[in-house]
């Protein structure tokens, strides 16, 4: 640095601000959190909000707010999972997805993924357990181009199959990976034994279910419940109340369809069903834990005594969950209680946590202990004052923008509470006493039909649970899907036939298809990385009409196998063998599956083909053997196939369609399983009609 920039430098470094207060006497104590000082908490105002019923019966309500050049709303619609049917759980939420990512008849989701993005817009869709919701966003400047396509996407979603089949995929993938998560394990546990396992509230999605769901059924579920007068519409922006309502009147205009009035949520039926609950992994080194019973609704008149009661019990650091199992045991990782009320059904009441395994019957012990402690004398006066305002504090972040404002004033609306809720809620939490915390305490809190889930190695365990009561073991089984064989109805048999015979036509004509007598594959396998990474080349010869021989090169090895559809052999690096059990299974399966063969599935008298959706075939046989076909609108081309497997459904996707002996045959399959992906292959090389014999296709080499 030269002489001349120090004498620059140094002067100003002197007069720094930050020299001051180096210079200033130094504190020997650290200030304490207690000293510092929050205003009070704003008043909550709730803005005049517009409302209206359009002359189609739908319920509109509008909110200026021209802080920024911004529009947004959303449909809320009187819906939900609750009423999905018990043989087709998640209908609801497939259709949710599916009415945004289906796009509308004029456009696909993906040309209006691009549409949106370009203007920095969103419109999405998704219905919950109580309603649906279709939602917008945009700039000012383009109010009017998203504002059409949200009324589309409202009013004539288009449900595209491949998003169908795209939407069915996700949700069996979430249900291949729902025993990964011990922390869900329990929650899903807890709530499944709360509200019962045979109730809407407490269903377990299988694969089955979802499986059973067709476009038909999304489209009957959507035209149900979306309907002008089972919607109330919410727009807040920058933007004249009365423009806006004019706009809306005009936008939807057209739209006077009508159904009857939707039905009451079911109510929530289950019983008690207090006991310990254990839902075994020996992979993990902690326990998660649930425990709690059924609580009540918003509406409930000691709800907020309750909820202060709560946080008093586990809301934080000074809760007394906290301070005695975490903070003096050092038990617990984390611990919480929540007085978990619904807007209109019962919630449950909650205490969760996780804890180290040697210390897991204790745990549960102590919180025990702590209800019973809360239910027998008053809590401090720090204690209430402390949940009051923590309770009331975190309440009003419902209310700080006037979008969320808007949100919550719809919600009660949409749930039959009065408008002034708010204020009624804040007047209560202010008038919530000590003694009022024991008497909810005593009259709600119910020791005996406390549900106590745990997720984690019992071996690990320092003391058995059994010491708390009788221990039910969880079953965390997922089911492997089943298709349904084809039922034998003589429309949709005619039906399925006259697809099967468009699918015949596009691959080359069922003259041909019929003529082949044998075929042969060469393969290139490769395994996805998730589920092991390895690379395979496959020989498959079939010989009609039951001969399957498969030769495989893996690195761990050769291995051949020969089936004639009832039994055979197979050879590999520890040995030789009779092919039986699973193997033969499989190898059953794939005959069965064979590509000509489910083309010419009319022919065979042991089959039947019947139409169950769009563009869908089921083809069973009477050995039990069952498979769905997706024949391809556009092309008439078999694209997709599905199947159950041992860790969840198969699904085989075709494409590069090339024609081998005047037949169209796919050379890439997609193959997924349990909704994740599991492996590609690329067909190398195909021939048809060899002339190969069975003493050729047997012999053992």
Same mark, same amino acid.
């Given at each position: 640095?030269?002489?001349?920039?120090?004498?620059?430098?140094?002067?100003?470094?002197?007069?720094?601000?930050?020299?001051?207060?180096?210079?200033?006497?130094?504190?020997?104590?650290?200030?304490?959190?207690?000293?510092?000082?929050?205003?009070?908490? =704003?008043?909550?105002?709730?803005?005049?909000?517009?409302?209206?019923?359009?002359?189609?019966?739908?319920?509109?309500?509008?909110? @200026?707010? %021209?802080?920024?050049?911004?529009? #947004?709303?959303?449909?809320?619609?009187?819906?939900?999972?609750?009423?999905?049917?018990?043989?087709?759980?998640?209908?609801?939420?497939?259709?949710?997805?599916?009415?945004?990512?289906?796009?509308?008849?004029?456009?696909?989701?993906?040309?209006?993924?691009?549409?949106?993005?370009?203007?920095?817009?969103?419109?999405?869709?998704?219905?919950?357990?109580?309603?649906?919701?279709?939602?917008?966003?945009?700039?000012?400047?383009?109010?009017?181009?998203?504002?059409?396509?949200?009324?589309?996407?409202?009013?004539?979603?288009?449900?595209?199959?491949?998003?169908?089949?795209?939407?069915?995929?996700?949700?069996?993938?979430?249900? #291949?990976?729902?025993?990964?998560?011990?922390?869900?394990?329990?929650?899903?546990?807890?709530?499944?034994?709360?509200?019962?396992?045979?109730?809407?509230?407490?269903?377990?999605?299988?694969?089955? %279910?979802?499986?059973?769901?067709?476009?038909?059924?999304?489209?009957?579920?959507?035209?149900?419940?979306?309907?002008?007068?089972?919607?109330?519409?919410?727009?807040?922006?920058?933007? #004249?109340?009365?423009?806006?309502?004019?706009?809306?009147?005009?936008?939807?205009?057209?739209?006077?369809?009508?159904?009857?009035?939707?039905?009451?949520?079911?109510?929530?039926?289950?019983?008690?069903?207090? =006991? +310990?609950?254990?839902?075994?992994?020996?992979?993990?080194?902690?326990?998660?834990?649930?425990?709690? %019973?059924?609580?009540?609704?918003?509406?409930?008149?000691?709800?907020?005594?309750?909820?202060?009661?709560?946080?008093?019990?586990?809301?934080?650091?000074?809760?007394?969950?906290?301070?005695?199992?975490?903070?003096?045991?050092?038990?617990?990782?984390?611990?919480?209680?929540?007085?978990?009320?619904?807007?209109?059904?019962?919630?449950?009441?909650?205490?969760?946590?996780?804890?180290?395994?040697? #210390?897991?019957?204790?745990?549960?012990?102590?919180?025990? @202990?702590?209800?019973?402690? *809360?239910?027998?004398?008053?809590?401090?006066?720090?204690?209430?004052?402390?949940?009051?305002?923590?309770?009331?504090?975190?309440?009003?972040?419902?209310?700080?923008?006037?979008?969320?404002?808007?949100?919550?004033?719809?919600?009660?609306?949409?749930?039959?509470?009065?408008?002034?809720?708010?204020?009624?809620?804040?007047?209560?939490?202010?008038? +919530?006493?000590?003694?009022?915390?024991?008497?909810?305490?005593?009259?709600?809190?119910?020791?005996?039909?406390?549900?106590?889930?745990?997720?984690?190695?019992?071996?690990?365990?320092?003391?058995?649970?059994?010491?708390?009561?009788?221990?039910?073991?969880?079953?965390?089984?997922?089911?492997?899907?089943?298709?349904?064989?084809?039922?034998?109805?003589?429309?949709?048999?005619?039906?399925?036939?006259?697809?099967?015979?468009?699918?015949?036509?596009?691959?080359? !004509?069922?003259?041909?298809?019929?003529?082949?007598?044998?075929?042969?594959?060469?393969?290139?396998?490769?395994?996805?990385?998730?589920?092991?990474?390895?690379?395979?080349?496959?020989?498959?010869?079939?010989?009609?009409?039951?001969?399957?021989?498969?030769?495989?090169?893996?690195?761990? !090895?050769?291995?051949?196998?020969?089936?004639?559809?009832?039994?055979?052999?197979?050879?590999?690096?520890? =040995?030789?063998?009779?092919?039986?059990?699973?193997?033969?299974?499989?190898?059953?399966?794939?005959?069965?599956?064979?590509?000509?063969?489910?083309?010419?599935?009319?022919?065979?008298?042991?089959?039947?083909?019947?139409?169950?959706?769009?563009?869908?075939?089921?083809?069973?046989?009477?050995?039990?053997?069952?498979?769905?076909?997706?024949?391809? @609108?556009?092309?008439?081309?078999?694209?997709?196939?599905?199947?159950?497997?041992?860790?969840?459904?198969?699904?085989?996707?075709?494409?590069?369609?090339?024609?081998?002996?005047? *037949?169209?045959?796919? %050379?890439?399959?997609?193959?997924?399983?349990?909704?994740?992906?599991?492996?590609?292959?690329?067909?190398?090389?195909?021939?048809?009609?060899? =002339?190969?014999?069975?003493?050729?296709?047997?012999?053992?080499?």
């Amino acid at each position: 640095m030269s002489r001349r920039l120090l004498e620059i430098v140094i002067p100003a470094l002197l007069t720094a601000p930050w020299l001051a207060l180096a210079q200033a006497p130094r504190s020997n104590t650290i200030p304490s959190y207690k000293d510092l000082k929050f205003p009070p908490l =704003g008043k909550i105002n709730i803005p005049d909000i517009a409302q209206v019923t359009l002359p189609n019966g739908m319920k509109l309500y509008l909110l @200026e707010n %021209h802080e920024l050049p911004l529009v #947004s709303g959303f449909a809320l619609v009187r819906t939900g999972n609750l009423f999905d049917p018990k043989d087709k759980i998640g209908l609801a939420t497939i259709t949710g997805m599916v009415m945004r990512t289906g796009g509308t008849k004029s456009e696909t989701g993906d040309q209006l993924d691009e549409k949106l993005e370009n203007i920095a817009a969103s419109v999405e869709s998704g219905i919950g357990e109580t309603n649906g919701r279709v939602s917008f966003s945009a700039l000012k400047e383009n109010t009017d181009e998203v504002m059409s396509i949200f009324r589309d996407l409202l009013t004539i979603p288009e449900f595209r199959q491949e998003k169908i089949d795209l939407a069915k995929t996700q949700i069996r993938s979430g249900i #291949s990976r729902r025993n990964d998560d011990p922390d869900g394990i329990a929650s899903r546990v807890f709530a499944e034994t709360i509200y019962g396992r045979d109730t809407p509230y407490g269903w377990r999605e299988e694969y089955e %279910h979802v499986d059973r769901i067709q476009r038909d059924d999304l489209i009957a579920f959507y035209k149900r419940y979306f309907f002008p007068a089972n919607i109330m519409l919410a727009v807040q922006g920058d933007f #004249s109340a009365a423009d806006m309502k004019a706009k809306v009147e005009k936008l939807f205009a057209d739209w006077k369809y009508q159904q009857p009035p939707v039905p009451l949520f079911p109510e929530v039926t289950s019983k008690p069903a207090p =006991g +310990v609950y254990v839902a075994v992994k020996n992979d993990v080194t902690q326990t998660f834990l649930e425990v709690g %019973h059924l609580s009540g609704t918003l509406k409930d008149k000691d709800y907020p005594a309750l909820e202060v009661m709560a946080d008093i019990l586990g809301g934080g650091f000074p809760s007394r969950l906290f301070q005695r199992v975490r903070t003096k045991l050092g038990y617990a990782y984390s611990i919480s209680a929540n007085w978990g009320a619904q807007f209109n059904h019962p919630g449950i009441f909650t205490i969760s946590g996780s804890t180290k395994s040697l #210390s897991t019957t204790e745990t549960v012990q102590a919180i025990k @202990e702590e209800i019973e402690r *809360i239910r027998a004398a008053e809590v401090t006066d720090q204690e209430l004052k402390t949940a009051k305002e923590t309770v009331e504090n975190g309440f009003v972040f419902n209310f700080d923008t006037r979008a969320k404002t808007l949100g919550r004033m719809m919600t009660y609306e949409y749930y039959g509470y009065p408008k002034d809720f708010i204020f009624q809620y804040q007047k209560a939490i202010a008038s +919530v006493t000590k003694a009022d915390v024991l008497r909810v305490a005593k009259q709600h809190l119910r020791p005996q039909d406390l549900v106590i889930v745990a997720v984690g190695n019992p071996k690990e365990f320092a003391k058995p649970l059994d010491t708390l009561g009788k221990v039910t073991l969880v079953d965390l089984t997922i089911p492997e899907p089943k298709q349904e064989t084809a039922a034998a109805d003589p429309a949709s048999m005619e039906k399925g036939k006259q697809l099967l015979e468009k699918a015949q036509q596009a691959a080359g !004509g069922v003259d041909k298809l019929a003529a082949v007598t044998d075929w042969m594959q060469v393969v290139d396998v490769q395994i996805d990385p998730s589920v092991g990474g390895m690379k395979m080349k496959q020989i498959n010869r079939w010989l009609a009409p039951t001969g399957f021989r498969q030769e495989v090169e893996a690195p761990f !090895g050769k291995l051949s196998s020969y089936t004639n559809g009832t039994s055979g052999w197979v050879r590999g690096p520890q =040995g030789e063998g009779a092919l039986v059990g699973p193997m033969l299974k499989q190898a059953q399966g794939e005959i069965f599956r064979n590509y000509v063969r489910l083309l010419t599935s009319d022919r065979d008298e042991n089959r039947t083909v019947n139409l169950t959706g769009a563009g869908m075939l089921n083809i069973s046989d009477k050995s039990g053997n069952s498979v769905r076909i997706v024949i391809d @609108e556009n092309t008439g081309l078999l694209s997709k196939l599905s199947y159950a497997g041992p860790q969840g459904t198969i699904e085989e996707t075709y494409s590069d369609f090339r024609d081998v002996a005047g *037949i169209k045959v796919p %050379h890439k399959i997609l193959i997924t399983q349990g909704g994740r992906k599991f492996a590609e292959a690329a067909i190398l090389d195909y021939k048809v009609n060899t =002339g190969i014999t069975t003493a050729e296709m047997s012999k053992r080499q």
